[in-house]
């Protein structure tokens, strides 16, 4: 028990700066012409002002230790080139993620659970901002982790608005140019495979499918959804006439019964879901296809139903899965 | 027979009760000592107390006084104030099943706060006002139900059971068709839980434990005498119903506005005064004996809950339900003992 109640000197160190700095940088910031001091010392300069859900706030210029603890956010980090020292534990979900992205998150502190922050560890790692999500971190939530490190929380338009999502996150984390670069080059991979690839994609009807909230059920990513935001708005890929275009809650997908697969897909001429990096799908994915009444679909006779790697939440990743879909829907569809 | 000589106790038992005290309060002081000091960053006794008298690094203050002291506070006040409730309610019903938790009250009052929640407010007073609404409301509903063949025995209970069931469903609806947002904040907040607890709950929670203990100790001579039954409680002076809708509206007031403050925590009412009576031997239901067991339990299951899986910390609830299906399992085998 002594050994327990005993705190290493590096922790309370790391402890004490992860408290204090902020204070200190806060206070900097907070001090009449911080930002614009005259003698040229970096410490004035050293902050900026950047608009969150939650309100402005004060964060370095040039943050080195940057903590992400929504479950979408740190790969929208990753896509910035910048480092993370903290995140949620992603052990139940590690499959999924590519082997790049499962070392970017190695190091990374463990932080508690998806919608469950615990500050204790996140304070230990000692982060000189935190970014997140407004539809995982609440205003309670917010003014506690502000207590840490100054908090940008950023929300877009809807959940899968990883265009307005990653351009705040690249304010807040002065790396816009990298953000911008990015931009650039998907939009020029975008546009060129939708041109290579028109009458392909005019010639199909697309919905993207996956597990559903329960067993029995399957669900559908609306336009509002990160990957159906690209497939509808950015791809233009036409989605089936019983497809629902939109939900009131917000999440970017619709859950629904398996007995309505046949009436939503009607008319769909590929499929797409997802898939692990190794090939395999989840279990709960495999089980809706596997399903008496999805086999009787036009895209399971056809056998056009493709699994892709990429989970989009970036301009990089949506990159990716652009590409994914070009080598394994597109071209062979073409062909 | 006076109410003195029904609840007299020979010297010995209170001889006994008194060093249980002692222990059971070293016990709670503890936890609370361990609660403040470990965690993700383990801070020394030394320090902690130094933090709680308002010296030391200004990051262990934060720690100490700004995030664990209001956990391990609540915690106990939480503890006890669920415990109280579920006694007072086994009482009125007679039954040791009659917690909270079974008779549908918790659920009701989750109910109140759900509805609050997915109506856009997450205020302090809006939270209590929706989950004591709750709560007295599903109580009425359970005691209408059983009014006309009595409120006692087990019919009360499936009746409890089957509105749990009911409010469950009714939650989940809610759940469902709540926003994304709300809807997560709802599901983890339902999983009863201490993690986000801070101190703006404070005042409320330790002015309704105490006001709520006062309460309970002026019925508590009456429901003492109602234990040995209502006739015998009426000739010695008791009036039932006037007993009973009291202690209904304080257990349920008890119960939601900790529902309010930290969701729906199942069996500590269950468990808390049927190990109170155990341990402390008593004949008539130990209120304050109760509350201590609630909060040593309350604090116990937090302190595994928040340092079992860390840094992943489960929701406190999950642990007491844990060791309220250990106490129901072991509660069983004891009745079947008995029986043989």
Known sequence: ???????????????????????????????????????????????????????EVTVPASPERVAAISYDTPWQVMSLDLPVVAAIDYTQWIDGYTEDQQAYIAEAAKVGSYGEVNFEALAGAAPDVIVGDAYEVDEATFTRLSEIAPTVIVGGDDRGDWQSITEDLATALGAHDTWEEAKTSYEARRDEVKEQYADVIAANTWANFSLGNEAGQFSIQLPGGSTGNLIVNEMGLAYGDGIPLDADDGSGYVSLPLEQIGATLAGVTVGLTYENPDGTKMPAIQDVIDSSLFQQLEIAKTGQVYGLVSSVTDYRTAEDWIDELTTKVLEPLSQ | MSIASVIAVPFATRRRRRIIWIASSFVLLALAIAGLSLGDAAIPVPDVFAALFGRGEAGTRLIVVGWRLPRVVLGAAIGAMLALSGALFQVITRNPLGSPDILGFSAGAYTGALLVIIGGSVSTVALTAGAVGGGIASAALVFALVAWRGAGGTRLIIVGI???????????????????????????????????????????????????????????PGLTLYELGEDRATSLGVRPVRLRITAMLVGVVLLAV????????????????????????????????????GAVLLMFSDLLAARLFAPTMLPTGLVTIGIGGLYLAWMLSAANRRRR
């Open chain 2, 162 to 220: 089957a509105l749990t069931a009911m409010l469950g469903a009714v939650n989940t609806m809610i759940e469902l068709a709540a926003d994304d947002v709300v809807a997560h904040t709802a599901a983890i907040w339902g999983a009863g839980s201490l993690n986000g607890i801070d101190g703006r709950w404070m005042p409320l929670i330790l002015i309704t434990f105490v006001l709520g203990g006062l309460a309970v100790a002026a019925l508590a």
């Open chain 2, 258 to 293: 900790t529902i309010a403050a930290a969701g729906p925590i199942a069996f500590v009412a269950l468990a808390a005064p049927q190990i109170a009576r155990r341990v402390w031997r008593s004949g008539p239901m130990p209120f304050a004996a109760s509350a201590m067991t």
């Open chain 1, 1 to 55: 028990m002594e050994i327990l109640l005993r705190p290493s000197p590096r922790l309370r160190a790391v402890l004490a700066a992860a408290i204090i700095i902020p204070l200190v940088l806060t206070a900097t910031a907070c001090a009449p012409d911080a930002d614009s001091s005259s003698d040229g010392g970096a410490d004035g300069a050293d902050t900026i002002v950047v608009d969150s859900v939650y309100g």
